[in-house]
């Protein structure tokens, strides 16, 4: 062999061939070589020199340490059961407008994360992502208003486990399969999951309002609208409230009707959400020299997240007629929630690259429920009874053996 290596580069002198510096690494060298003739005075032996290069000039994150993953997750699974708690106490109405606040600092922190990795390049497509996960998020609170918080979480929360598990594990939407090595393991880990969320959908919470409720005041004789508690105006006058102001399309369906709206919306929400990295992905693995660390992609896909939900308000402003129903008091703990949600989703994009989609969206998708609940336990109190205490503990169990099962599986 270093004979044979000695005679290549010998040649290559003969010849005044100069050999670049390339920004690789090599990773392997083969040499074959054949005895034929050659017309040279370096004998007859002609050699290929092969050689596996690793491409270092994106940013690849191929060769970080597997526990940098877990760590991110872990990170993921704590931002993402706490990142509500801090809007708890306020009222939020129908949502839209908290949820623009929401994404507007979602969008601040992905321009910081932007900036601290150096201004990498921006994939428009990567914006895909962001619009599916706001499109999906708009419907949260009409699918709680039609069909309950417990059950809205279950139906999205297993589509959207069940939708990120598959793309990555079967490699739909033109992604590359990730296949965990321990296959068995991964079944077992997604099927506790999903059981999981349905112990979860069985506790009884007692919510108390806590929220002070503000709501859109008429007084007879003005025409503009205050944001005051019922009742009462700045004189101390006792005004009209004018309830039609909080219904919505949901209160005027039947049962039934409501039910299977709120069944549909709440499959494609889940849907949308459990395929809002793909693009990012897509990128990843079908772009040449695209950069192989999530975080690159974190600003593109908040940008899609920031845009989409500005239009949706801007709609929202128009179908109001101007009048949308804004509050004040959730500005900040909209803007504190969004920090949180935006830190946990970048975390995900790590742990997504570094575990693979079939590892860490079992893992993500049911571990912020633990920590949502125990929110309710230990600070709230909104979980009372030996009853609910005994599901949640199952629901626990089985929640961390299906997240010990899907991180194992990726261990060789």
Not at 199 to 221: K, L
Not at 334 to 363: D, H
Request: proline share 5%; aromatic share 10%; charged share 10%.
């Amino acid at each position: 062999m270093p004979r044979q290596l000695h005679q290549l580069l010998s040649m290559l002198q003969l010849y005044h061939i100069k050999i670049p510096v390339l920004k690789t690494s090599i990773k392997a060298v083969t040499l074959t070589g054949t005895a034929m003739p050659f017309n040279g005075t370096t004998g007859g032996t002609t050699m290929t020199l092969v050689m596996t290069t690793h491409n270092s000039s994106a940013s690849n994150d191929t060769g970080t340490p597997i526990y940098w993953g877990y760590i991110s997750a872990g990170v993921a699974v704590l931002c993402y059961g706490s990142n509500f708690v801090a809007v708890k106490k306020f009222e939020t109405g129908d949502g839209m407008f908290f949820q623009w606040i929401l994404c507007s600092a979602i969008w601040m922190t992905g321009l910081v994360i932007n900036i601290i990795r150096g201004m990498p390049q921006f994939y428009m497509l990567s914006m895909l992502g962001g619009f599916l996960w706001a499109t999906g998020n708009i419907t949260a609170v009409p699918i709680i208003k039609a069909i309950g918080l417990s059950l809205g979480m279950l139906i999205w929360g297993s589509f959207n486990l069940l939708t990120g598990w598959a793309s990555g594990r079967f490699g739909m939407f033109g992604i590359h399969a990730e296949i965990p090595p321990h296959q068995t393991l991964n079944y077992i880990g997604v099927g506790l999951a999903v059981f999981s969320a349905c112990i979860f959908a069985t506790v009884r919470s007692e919510v108390s309002g806590d929220a002070q409720p503000s709501r859109m005041i008429i007084i007879p004789g003005d025409t503009e609208e205050l944001l005051l508690p019922p009742s009462v105006n700045q004189s101390g006058e006792t005004v009209h409230i004018d309830d039609k102001s909080d219904e919505n399309i949901m209160d005027r369906l039947s049962p039934l009707n409501k039910r299977i709206m709120g069944c549909a919306m709440s499959v494609v929400a889940g849907c949308f959400y459990g395929i809002s990295f793909t693009p990012n992905i897509y990128v990843q693995d079908r772009y040449a020299n695209s950069s192989q660390n999530g975080l690159d992609y974190v600003f593109g896909h908040f940008s899609g997240i920031y845009a989409t939900s500005t239009i949706y308000f801007l709609i929202y402003c128009v179908v109001m007629k101007n009048k949308p129903r804004v509050y004040p008091r959730a500005i900040l703990p909209s803007v504190i929630s969004g920090v949180m949600w935006a830190i946990a989703t970048s975390c995900w994009f790590v742990a997504n690259k570094t575990l693979s989609e079939p590892v860490a969206f079992p893992i993500i998708t049911t571990g912020p429920g633990i920590v949502a609940s125990l929110w309710g336990v230990v600070v709230f109190r909104e979980v009372k009874g030996r009853r609910n205490f005994l599901i949640m503990g199952i629901a626990f169990t089985v929640t961390i053996a299906g997240a010990v099962l899907c991180g194992v599986s990726k261990m060789k």
